[in-house]
């Protein structure tokens, strides 16, 4: 073994350790897939994303005596799941850009945590800025390149129809503006970008420039997304290793997924 073999070997062989002895906890950034879990409501003029359906094939009877289990139907995007760069026209051409080609390393990368649940809960229709992320990166340094960046927000505490908080004029929920976006994907070269709210983009996000703007920036730039995230408010604002594999359809745009964090632990 070369001495880097023997380096990487040794570092797996403290990740397990640490795994086994508590020093590093697994989170768990999901919701639980059920039929109530809110999903996006387009304009009625657009087609619709499905809910959580899910039917028994048989439970121990006389359709199978000695096993349960059950037929399901979603969409790609329903509950926590992950946005492929093919999900949004600027990303229609991007190589890889489907959930079954991108590559299985892309699935597993650091994270860094920007904490807006303060100002998510004061105004929902709280706004991601640049300035925000300069703020966050005078304390914690600078975001490095290629890793998740999660925007906190506490929204996944919301139940019901507060979840999509549905108004006259549309959904209101926090999101990034476009020039944070920008910031993320072309200077500061991120990996993906994740929300706990139904989209990555705000609630009211139809109306900048572009429409969309996560959607359009990171998917046009062969970036990912991840939506409907929670227990982001167990993440530190950094050092954690975020594990993220979609579910491999072919040509799928997306997957709901299990999405966990390799946390160190406090103190
Ligand atoms: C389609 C159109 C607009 C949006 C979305 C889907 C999502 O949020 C999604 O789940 O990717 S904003
Ligand atoms: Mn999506």
């Given at each position: 073994?070369?001495?880097?073999?023997q380096g990487?070997?040794?570092?797996?062989?403290?990740?397990?350790t640490?795994?086994v002895?508590?020093?590093?906890?697994?989170?768990?950034?999901?919701?639980t897939?059920?039929?109530?879990f809110p999903?996006i409501?387009?304009p009625?003029?657009f087609?619709q994303?499905a809910?959580?359906?899910?039917?028994?094939?048989?439970?121990?009877?006389?359709r199978g005596p000695?096993?349960k289990w059950?037929?399901?139907t979603?969409?790609?995007?329903?509950?926590?799941?992950?946005?492929?760069?093919?999900?949004?026209?600027?990303?229609?051409?991007?190589?890889?850009?489907?959930?079954?080609?991108?590559?299985?390393?892309?699935?597993?990368?650091?994270?860094c945590?920007?904490?807006?649940s303060?100002?998510a809960?004061?105004?929902e229709?709280?706004?991601?800025?640049?300035?925000v992320i300069?703020d966050?990166?005078?304390t914690h340094?600078?975001?490095?390149?290629?890793?998740?960046v999660l925007?906190r927000?506490?929204?996944?505490?919301?139940?019901?129809?507060?979840y999509?908080?549905?108004?006259?004029?549309?959904p209101?929920?926090?999101?990034?503006v476009?020039?944070?976006?920008?910031l993320?994907?072309?200077?500061?070269?991120?990996?993906?970008?994740g929300?706990?709210?139904?989209?990555?983009?705000?609630?009211?996000?139809?109306?900048?420039?572009?429409p969309?703007?996560?959607?359009?920036?990171?998917?046009?730039?062969?970036?990912?997304?991840?939506?409907?995230?929670?227990?982001?408010?167990?993440l530190?604002?950094?050092?954690?290793m975020?594990?993220?594999?979609?579910?491999k359809?072919?040509?799928g745009?997306?997957?709901?997924?299990?999405?966990?964090?390799?946390v160190?632990?406090a103190?």
């Open positions: 073994m070369t001495e880097d073999a990487a070997t040794a570092m797996l062989a403290d990740l397990a640490a795994l002895s508590g020093d590093v906890d697994v989170v768990d950034l999901t919701h897939l059920d039929p109530d999903v409501v387009l009625p003029e087609g994303c809910r959580f359906r899910m039917e028994e094939i048989s439970a121990y009877d006389h000695a096993w059950h037929n399901f979603c969409s790609e995007h329903t509950g926590t799941h992950f946005d492929a760069p093919s999900h949004w026209i600027s990303g229609r051409d991007v190589p890889n850009g489907a959930v079954d080609e991108i590559a299985p390393e892309r699935f597993v990368g650091p994270v945590v920007i904490d807006c303060e100002g809960a004061a105004d229709d709280f706004e991601l800025t640049p300035q300069l966050w990166e005078a340094g600078r975001i490095p390149k290629d890793s998740w925007m927000t506490d929204w996944s505490r919301r139940r019901g129809e507060a999509l908080n549905m108004k006259d004029d549309g209101h929920s926090p999101g990034p476009p020039a944070a976006v920008e993320l994907v072309h200077e500061r070269g991120i990996r993906g970008f929300t706990e709210t139904v989209g990555t983009d705000a609630g009211q996000g139809s109306h900048y420039t572009p969309y703007p996560a959607h359009h920036i990171l998917h046009g730039a062969g970036r990912y997304g991840l939506q409907c995230l929670a227990n982001l408010d167990l530190p604002p950094r050092g954690a975020l594990l993220a594999a979609p579910l359809i072919r040509n745009t997306g997957s709901p997924l299990r999405v966990l964090a390799l160190p632990r103190g």
